[in-house]
T-cell receptor, first 111, second 116 residues
């Protein structure tokens, strides 16, 4: 399984766009990229998943360049409630649902 | 999606005792997963629990310390045995379900364990 590297922490202000980049240099051909969000005292929650190019949902966008060695989670116009830890995971469909979490990025949104 | 309920939500236990954590899912699932999250750390997979077979443990975790039951397709328990303060962590159960993608995982709210 490819190892992921993310910034340990980031600060932002309300209303700004936040981009969190994750490096996964050893990503395999069949691997996909998934981002989870975790608030204190809660389990992680799925945000978005992609394989290549760009994926967008109602919460975020995920940008994946052609070489797939990195990915960027983009959160538009963050609010205080977006303060959380964000995890980037790389996995394949044949790993049976097991998730390997990296260190995550602690995002702090300030007023 | 899947809704997961864990009990207890938190507990304070004496060293040397055992605690059993329950995980109930609102739909039938093939596999359930147990994770540990030590204070200020990321999540680490403990084991995978399949109904009708013994759980599969990850490196560093053993059945004698973390026995798991999976009596049916909606329920599992994790026991933390002979506890020490180093076992103080959040324990979470998870399932893989039909969310936005077939590989989206759903988590319970976790059980915060403090061993004194």
């Amino acid at each position: 399984l490819a190892k992921t590297t993310q910034p340990i922490s980031m600060d932002s202000y309300e209303g700004q766009e936040v981009n969190i980049t994750c490096s996964h240099n050893n990503i395999a051909t069949n691997d996909y990229i998934t981002w989870y969000q975790q608030f204190p005292s809660q389990g992680p929650r799925f945000i978005i998943q992609g394989y290549k190019t760009k994926v967008t949902n109602e919460v975020a966008s995920l940008f994946i360049p052609a070489d797939r060695k990195s990915s960027t989670l983009s959160l538009p116009r963050v609010s205080l409630s977006d303060t959380a830890v964000y995890y980037c995971l790389v996995g394949s469909y044949n790993q049976g649902g097991k998730l390997i979490f990296g260190q995550g990025t602690e995002l702090s949104v300030k007023p | 999606s899947a809704v997961i309920s864990q009990k207890p939500s938190r507990d304070i236990c004496q060293r040397g005792t055992s605690l059993t954590i329950q995980c109930q899912v609102d739909s039938q699932v093939t596999m359930m997963f147990w994770y540990r999250q030590q204070p200020g750390q990321s999540l680490t997979l403990i084991a995978t629990a399949n109904q009708g077979s013994e759980a599969t443990y990850e490196s560093g975790f053993v059945i004698d310390k973390f026995p798991i039951s999976r009596p049916n397709l909606t329920f599992s328990t994790l026991t933390v045995s002979n506890m020490s303060p180093e076992d103080s962590s959040i324990y979470l159960c998870s399932v893989e379900g039909a969310g936005q993608t077939n590989t989206e995982a759903f988590f319970g709210q976790g059980t915060r364990l403090t061993v004194v």
